[in-house]
């Protein structure tokens, strides 16, 4: 893991990057400026090392990304799920860590 952050934290994460074990990060779908997309993935890497079950990873994710990004983000997370999402401020990101996949977005107020 501690690759994976430093590998981050050097040179972004723009394009899916290949890690060889289970914490495997690949970025699916971004909207987001790198500064923004960087910033959920960090908080979400703190949120799975601090918590084990999901009604207390998202809101970790949303409370961070509201701290450093104003208000309105919105999070899913899971393993084997189906969804679909409608970011109607055209700020989303979908991108899996491991076996869990994370779907973060700004919803207009």
Known sequence: MQTLLESISEH?????????N??????????????????????????????????????????AMEVHHNKYWECTVGRDYAAWVMANSGQFLKFSLGDLTFRIFRVKP
């Open 22 to 63: 289970s914490n495997e990060l690949v970025i699916h779908h971004s909207t987001l400026t790198q500064e923004i997309q960087n910033d959920a993935i960090q908080a979400a890497i703190e949120a799975v090392k601090q918590y084990s079950e999901y009604e207390d990873i998202c809101p970790h994710i949303m409370s």
């Open 12 to 20: 972004g994460v723009h394009q899916p990057k290949q890690v060889v």
